[in-house]
Structures are given as C-alpha cells and as structure tokens.
Nanobody, 121 residues
Framework: QVQLVESGGGLVQAGASLRLSCAAS????????MAWFRQTAGKEREFVAN???????TYADSVKGRFTISRDNAKNTMYLQMNSLKPEDTAVYYC???????????????WGQGTQVTVSS
C-alpha cells in the first residue's frame, strides 16, 4: 500500500510559479511510476506529467516547457514545479502512483486527496 499526500497548492496570479509536493508512505516508493493529474468541475481527470522510477519523464503538451516533474526517492517525495502559470491551469491537482507507465488515470492504483491550484488573470 502507498499513501499519498499533496501540498503546495494556492491562489496565484498568471505568470507566477508554484511547487507542488507529494509525500508518499511505504518502502517501495522508488519502484512506482509517479504522476500528476488535474481535474476541473465537470471534466475528466487530465494527465499532466509522470516520472518513472529511473527518472524518465513524460509531459502533456499543454504544460511542456512550463512544468517540471521530479522525485527524490530518498525522501519518498515527488514534486511538480509549475512556472508561467495560466488561468487554464486552474484545477485540483492529484498525485498518483502505479506500476504501469501510462497517461491513463486508470493505470494508477494509489491517489492523493488533491490540492487546489487557482490562477487568476
């Protein structure tokens, strides 16, 4: 079992930066692919980025060049550095862990409770 807790969300103006963190419990953190998804009301959960245990990353086109995903296996923590934020980045951001490397939320077994990110124009 893996328990995930996100932090770092908030309200910022367009163009600002935020860093989200996802703290994981469990001794097998390093073996999981970790990911960030986001969701707004009435929409499906959207893939943002993932990072494999070895560090290989994948990004959604909408965030490529602005967001950076990283992980510190020694600290059981994953991060999402978000720069040049736009109002359309407003969403609840979720971290997830799974054994498959996929952009499909169905491929992830464990989820955090989410953290709200709001970007004002």
């Amino acid at each position: 079992q893996v328990q995930l807790v996100e932090s770092g969300g908030g309200l910022v103006q367009a163009g600002a930066s935020l860093r989200l963190s996802c703290a994981a419990s469990g001794r097998t953190f390093s073996t999981y692919t970790m990911a960030w998804f986001r969701q707004t009301a009435g929409k499906e959960r959207e893939f943002v980025a993932n990072i494999r245990w070895g560090g290989r990353t994948t990004y959604a086109d909408s965030v490529k060049g602005r967001f950076t995903i990283s992980r510190d296996n020694a600290k059981n923590t994953m991060y999402l550095q978000m720069n040049s934020l736009k109002p359309e980045d407003t969403a609840v951001y979720y971290c997830a862990a799974g054994l498959a490397t996929t952009t499909d939320p169905g491929g992830y077994n464990f989820w955090g409770q989410g953290t709200q990110v709001t970007v004002s124009s």
